[in-house]
């Protein structure tokens, strides 16, 4: 009779166990030093290794060369607890039998000793589901049990374990296996069942275990079943309901063509396939958060579960965009995807949620609407993209009461080289206050003039990158807060680009709106 893959493979000793080396090195300790304790419990996502681990040490406790991390594989007990036929190695369901009934007929079997074996275990598998009656049943047991007495409870919600109950036990938390692992223990089976694979296809199936082995492997038996032992990318995506890199990427480019048309057409298509709108939704979701991931972290990181062709591909993707597009996008595609699980007409729920995705890649910040404005009275300039009306001053901290400190010609290149490159990074606040500085060279060295109402906006690592950036190497520099020399020329420039903003129509519009605003402070963007 035919056996899955994710039984056939099942690891039967600590060795071959991957991804819970935490686990599997407390444990190998435990049995070697002879601290075996009463009560386990075995916390994690699905098909981590929970149950297989539990099992893995009831054979080390009663393997006949036992106990020992590493049974012998051929005795009696081993042969019998790898069958599960094992007459002191108890394997209860909970989903089943969770009543308290079940939980004193355990009691009493508790009592007897093993018929052959050192230990009697116990394995409790979705140990959550037994009610709080039937715990309370066993609590004494837990406590002092006989000294042949294991039990390993087996659980993925961990908090619904009575207090009382985990206090008693030792907790284990298996861990989602890293994805590089998950794809190089399915080419070695698909090696050992002569399948021939890629890797973009094992890619494809780890990425439908996420993070849980035994799923992975189920869909690897799937991809078997049909596509024979040739597996093809296209057909296992097809199979599992996946969508590609090249579908989703229809997206991204209509985004970058602002092409409101083809959203409406690309669900038209999905509709027309019969594909599910929410899966869709879940995969771009999923799509742009590794765009923003291989934004931040470049092609080659391991927080992406992808194949590396497919990495660098994310990568390129994203230099299309920047951090504050990929983050806008995927928190419209996740509240998109939340609308759409209560919807009753999802197709118009998608077809909003893209469109409103064109319209967000639209958007600029307040400082380049700022930017684009004219600042002689005349009517502002046509946007690089159409933006809503923004306010035109910004404001200073509430209890700045100084001037804008005046330049130097020592200070004038300096400065705005620096505020330039502190705008560049998005560090706004400190480029406001190097704006407000006096700053000199000399012999090497960077003096800053600040005033104290900026003194917690002047972060010295966030100096020392700006000052990096345009000095392009490490530069010395001081930062001293008092009030900048005065001088008339500059001060008058501001006075006069002050006057122009304040005579501008849209700032005056904004002021009859709200006649309570106050403009504490005017920049020119231009500068």
């Known amino acids: 009779m035919y056996q899955v893959i994710a039984r056939k493979y099942r690891p039967q000793a600590f060795a071959e166990l991957i991804g819970q080396e935490h686990v599997r090195t407390t444990l190998e300790n435990a049995i070697s030093q002879r601290r075996i304790a009463h009560g386990y419990i075995f916390s994690g996502q699905r098909g981590t290794g929970k149950t297989t681990v539990a099992r893995i040490l009831a054979r080390c406790l009663n393997c006949i060369n036992g106990p020992t991390a590493t049974p ?35 009691r009493e079997n508790v009592r007897y000793r093993p018929a052959r074996d050192r230990y009697k275990v116990f394995i409790v598998d979705e140990a959550h589901q037994i ?12 406590e002092e049990p006989p000294e042949w007495a294991v039990f390993i409870l087996c659980t993925t919600e961990v908090h619904k374990i009575p207090t009382t109950i985990a206090s008693r036990c030792q907790q284990f938390s298996f861990r989602s296996v890293d994805f590089a ?23 494809v199936l780890a990425q439908a ?11 690897l038996d799937q991809a078997i079943a049909c596509c024979g032992t040739k597996l093809d990318a296209v057909e296992v995506r097809g199979m599992l309901g996946l969508f590609s890199l090249d579908s989703l990427g229809e997206v991204t480019d209509a985004l970058t063509s602002e092409d409101s048309r083809k959203m409406l057409d690309l669900v038209m298509e999905l509709e027309r396939n019969g594909r599910s709108l929410q899966h869709f939704c879940r995969e771009l979701a999923r799509y742009f958060r590794n765009l923003l991931v291989a934004k931040v972290a470049g092609a080659d990181t391991r927080l992406i579960a992808a194949s590396s062709r497919e990495q660098e591909r994310l990568a390129e993707v994203a230099k299309g965009f920047s951090e504050e597009d990929l983050t806008r996008y995927l928190q419209l595609t996740l509240d998109l995807f939340k609308d759409l699980q209560s919807s009753l007409q999802p197709r118009l729920h998608l077809e909003i949620g893209l469109l409103r995705l064109v319209q967000a890649g639209r958007l600029v910040t ?6 684009d404005l004219g600042g002689d009275g005349s009517p502002p300039a046509p946007a690089r993209k159409p933006t809503a009306i923004p306010p035109i001053a910004k404001s200073q901290p509430p209890s700045a009461k100084s001037e804008p400190a005046p330049a130097s010609a020592s200070t004038g290149p300096w400065r705005d080289r620096l505020h330039a ?29 600040t005033p104290e109402d900026y003194r917690l906006f002047m972060n010295e ?58 403009v504490r402070q005017v920049r020119n963007l231009k500068e």
């Open 72 to 106: 012998c594989g051929v005795c009696a007990s081993c042969l019998e607890v790898t069958g599960g036929n094992s007459p002191d190695v108890i394997e209860i369901d909970a989903a089943s039998n969770r009543g308290i009934n079940e939980m004193r007929e355990l």
């Open 131 to 142: 009610t709080n009656e039937a715990f309370n049943a066993m609590l004494k047991t837990l």
């Open 181 to 203: 692992e998950v794809v190089k223990r399915m080419e070695e089976i698909c090696g050992k069942e002569g399948i021939e694979t890629s890797p973009e296809v094992l890619s």
């Open 209 to 219: 275990g996420e993070g849980s082995v035994r799923d992975s492997l189920s869909a």
């Open 366 to 371: 307040i400082e380049e609407a700022l930017s």
């Open 421 to 449: 490159a502190a705008a560049e990074f998005g560090l706004q606040t400190t480029a406001d206050a190097i704006e407000h500085s006096q700053v000199a060279e000399s012999n090497g060295k960077l003096t800053f003039v």
């Open 461 to 518: 690592k966030d100096i020392l990158k700006v000052v990096q950036k345009v000095a392009g190497r490490a530069m010395r520099f001081d930062i001293t807060f008092g009030t900048p020399q005065a001088s008339a020329p500059v001060a008058k420039a501001k006075d006069d680009v002050s006057e122009r903003a304040l005579a501008h129509p849209d700032v005056r519009r904004f002021q009859e709106l709200f006649p309570d605003a106050q």
